[in-house]
């Protein structure tokens, strides 16, 4: 049987609000979050990812509010990243009908966490995200905390570790990609690829369909992305797509 890959949505969350930053600086308006997820439900998306993108940096801890006003109505699977910091914060997080929790700023500043995490809800339930920016030098570094602080590793070395801890799946985004519409960084995916054997996500860079099978045949599992799905055309006009269900059936030949 066929495993089709899967093509997901990343909603980034700023105050309550969908937005969209360039590069992780600056947050384009989009609108409201629930409504968009009202429509991936009609489009009949694969999967959904949210991120509460300040809530590390301003210390405002995870955003129950409006979890539970996604779960109530997504009919997809939803993994939730922003201010997770404990194994109880991420099993409320699942009580209330969401998937899987996403690490990243917690992973760097108390690495235990993540085994924490995997303990109590299970390795495929644990992803953490790994922030990319490529070095003047050659080469990237891996960053928290919204692509201001180093971590000290390369991608593929934090991605590593977080798979020892108990990750069961690892986001890689590029920041340097994000919202360019350019492409994916493909060298950055089998870098990380060849650094572990959970599934990755990639993120980052994606401008149009064709971008995913590079993407899945430089060793990701599953591509992701913020900006094709929201915005739309040269203007950037906020426009909510996806391809249809037949389209992205056309992926699994890549991954057969």
């Not at 201010?83 to 914060?89: F, I, L, M, Q, R």
């Not at 699942?94 to 929790?101: N, P, W, Y």
């Not at 340097?176 to 950055?188: A, P, Q, S, V």
């Not at 599992?221 to 094709?228: H, I, K, N, Q, T």
Request: a negative charge.
């Amino acid at each position: 049987m066929t495993v089709f890959p899967r093509v997901i949505p990343v909603l980034l969350v700023s105050d309550g609000y969908l937005v969209k930053p360039v590069k992780f600086q600056g947050d384009k308006y989009i609108g409201d979050p629930i409504n968009a997820v009202r429509i991936f439900n009609e489009k009949q998306v694969d999967e959904l990812v949210i991120c509460d993108i300040d809530a590390s940096i301003k210390g405002t801890g995870v955003n129950y509010t409006l979890i539970e006003e996604i779960a109530s109505e997504a009919f997809m699977p939803v993994g939730y990243g922003g201010g997770v910091s404990s194994a109880a914060e991420a099993q409320r997080i699942t009580s209330i009908g969401i998937e899987k929790v996403v690490l990243n700023t917690a992973a760097l500043q108390r690495p235990e966490t993540i085994t924490e995490i995997s303990d109590a809800l299970g390795a495929s339930s644990t992803v953490v995200s790994v922030d990319a920016r490529r070095k003047l030098t050659g080469g990237w570094e891996a960053f928290a905390r919204r692509g201001t602080r180093k971590t000290g590793f390369s991608p593929a070395e934090f991605a590593s570790r977080a798979q020892q801890l108990g990750a069961g799946e690892i986001l890689v985004s590029s920041i340097d990609r994000e919202c360019t519409f350019g492409g994916y960084d493909l060298k950055l995916i089998e870098s990380v690829a060849a650094a572990v054997t959970v599934p990755i996500i990639a993120l980052g860079g994606a401008g149009g369909f064709d971008d995913f099978a590079p993407a899945l045949e430089a060793g990701a599992s599953a591509v992701a992305a913020g900006s094709m799905f929201v915005l739309n055309g040269k203007h950037r006009a906020v426009l909510i797509s996806y391809p249809t269900p037949e389209r992205v059936r056309t992926l699994g030949d890549i991954t057969a």
